[in-house]
């Protein structure tokens, strides 16, 4: 099987990229922060406040995740309800960049993650893919940009949907979550020793996906 491993902070385009790549090469596309968003929702869900470990800890035996795909596309269920959509919202990203911080939790998910590899080709992206759940993947590749760049795509993202979001409070929010992630003491955010880095701040969609795109096919030559 083959695993190309996509880490990176929030916003960076991970997922859109992932997505179109594995499409291209015919891989199943993961995204493992749908997993923490998930947990964070339930917790939200259940009205804990997500940085209160032990409140968070025995949520976890008491739901039930899945993660499958549909028409190729990954859903998620909570509970055996397709929680896909909800797991979107901002309050729902704090949340599960809280989550992700508790061991406990990382522990919980991680054999999940890595039974999807064992049985697939994958192109799975997060944050500690490359150095904790698939330390041995065939590619790495660590994709970051500016905040501000970041913090602007998300701005016009949610603008296309016919949201008005305030850039300023989407920055400092971005610059709270990689703080969070970056910090944390278990698989904090960071590139692995093994991975390229590619820097999309100065790159369009479509030239950030080329530039994986060519990184992938060239290291599986
Ligand atoms: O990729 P995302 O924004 O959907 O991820 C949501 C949060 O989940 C993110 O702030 C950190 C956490 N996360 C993680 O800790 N490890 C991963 N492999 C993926 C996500």
Redesign the pocket.
């Known amino acids: 099987m083959v695993a190309v491993a996509i880490?990176g902070p929030?916003g960076a385009g991970?997922?859109t990229i992932a997505r179109t790549a594995a499409a291209e090469l015919g891989f199943i596309y993961i995204?493992?922060?749908?997993?923490?968003?998930t947990i964070g929702l339930s917790c939200i869900n259940k009205g804990i406040d997500c940085s209160d470990t032990e409140k968070v800890i025995p949520v976890l035996s008491q739901i039930k995740i899945d993660l499958k795909f549909i028409d190729g596309e990954q859903r998620m269920f909570l509970d055996d309800e397709d929680v896909s959509g909800l797991i979107r919202t901002e309050e729902v990203?704090m949340s599960?960049?809280k989550v992700?911080a508790i061991p406990e939790v990382?522990a919980y998910l991680l054999e999940l993650q890595r039974g999807f590899a064992k049985t697939n080709n994958v192109i799975m992206?997060?944050?500690?893919?490359g150095t904790v759940?698939l330390p041995g993947a065939d590619v790495k590749i660590f994709l970051t940009a500016s905040s501000e760049s970041r913090a602007m795509r998300r701005f016009l993202q949610l603008k296309e949907k016919g949201i008005d979001g305030d850039y300023d409070s989407i920055l400092q929010d971005i610059i709270k979550?990689d703080h969070?992630?970056m910090t944390r003491e278990t698989?904090p955010?960071k590139a692995a020793d093994d991975a390229v880095t590619i820097d999309t701040t100065e790159l369009d969609l479509l030239q950030s996906i080329e530039s994986v795109i060519s990184v992938i096919k060239e290291r599986l030559k």
Do not use: C
């Not at 995204?31 to 968003?37: E, K, N, P, S, V």
């Not at 992206?125 to 893919?129: E, T, V």
């Open positions: 880490d929030a991970k997922s995204d493992t922060g749908a997993l923490y968003r990203s599960a960049s992700s990382r992206d997060g944050r500690d893919i759940v979550r969070n992630d698989a955010l």
